[in-house]
């Protein structure tokens, strides 16, 4: 079982995985994580062969004043884990204590590791290697008090069993940081499938929040999915606004309501839904 984390509450000793589906999806998490990392002056090292306007999230972004600083280090791929054109993850963990302890000796309060090696999935016994590094990843980083790794997958390009493997390595998925949050709602962008998650209660002093995170969604989108799993209450101002959405839509698609607690359904049983046209439940 793992732990949802998103990217602002992601702390020293996390071994997290990010699987994503999009490069929306990892840019929104990477480029967060990155960024929030230089910002407090944490050591970022990044396995890629990217340059650093390049790298997801951060498209176009000046960021040779950090790599300068040594703030940020980008360690090409065969540099780093590759023996032979071979994924190596004796090769790839030794890489990483080494960029570790140079971090440690320059006395950086934080360093942050990440890399994405879904490309090994296509390899001869790629999935193994990869199963191993995991491991002793996370043993390395599990009783660390500064350093955090992110460990990415493209889901595009693991099978179902691939993705199982890869989860019971991981003890934390972490997610985007939520477009709204307070004590009482937050609302968190989600890419499979594409819509919002909501948490709390959202209630009318809330509406116009929930109607920015609904206009940000991508408009061409088929459907919008929504995650009630915890949500405790929902307004019927909430419902009107869902089914203007659903009206301005048109024919690209429904709003589809995930997940609905009890709470929540009595909500939309009361109401009737065909009040509400272009809404519908997931039952399954």
């Not at 990010?18 to 002056?41: K, M, N, T, Y």
Request: proline share 7%; charged share 25%; net charge negative.
């Amino acid at each position: 079982m793992y732990v949802r984390r998103s990217v602002r509450d992601l702390l020293p000793g996390d071994h997290a995985w990010l699987p994503f589906c999009c490069p929306d999806e990892q840019g929104h998490v990477i480029g967060s994580w990155i960024a929030q990392g230089l910002r407090i002056r944490d050591k970022v090292v990044y396995v890629t062969d990217a340059e650093h306007w390049e790298l997801p999230g951060l498209y176009g972004h000046d960021l040779s004043p950090a790599v300068r600083a040594g703030l940020l280090t980008l360690l090409p791929v065969g540099e780093a884990c590759l023996t032979g054109g071979m994924f190596d993850p004796e090769k790839m963990l030794q890489t990483v204590a080494d960029e570790i302890a140079k971090a440690e000796e320059q006395e950086f309060r934080g360093i942050r590791i990440t890399a994405e090696t879904s490309w090994a999935l296509d390899q001869p016994f790629g999935d193994t290697r990869l199963m191993v590094c995991e491991r002793e990843l996370a043993e390395r980083v599990g009783p660390s008090v500064s350093v955090t790794a992110i460990c990415q997958t493209d889901v595009r390009r693991c099978s179902p069993a691939q993705f199982d493997l890869l989860a019971e390595q991981h003890e934390v998925r972490v997610v985007p940081d939520p477009d709204f949050d307070d004590p009482v709602l937050s609302i968190t962008r989600t890419y499979r499938p594409p819509g919002l998650r909501l948490c709390g209660e959202l209630d009318a002093a809330r509406h116009t929040h929930f109607v920015e995170a609904l206009n940000s969604l991508p408009s061409q989108e088929e459907a919008i999915h929504l995650d009630l799993s915890e949500l405790d209450f929902l307004s019927l101002s909430a419902l009107r606004t869902m089914v203007e959405y659903t009206r301005r839509r048109g024919s690209r698609g429904a709003v589809v309501l995930h997940r609905v607690p009890p709470e929540v359904r009595s909500t939309l049983e009361v109401v009737g839904m065909h009040r509400l046209p272009g809404i519908r439940l997931d039952e399954d």
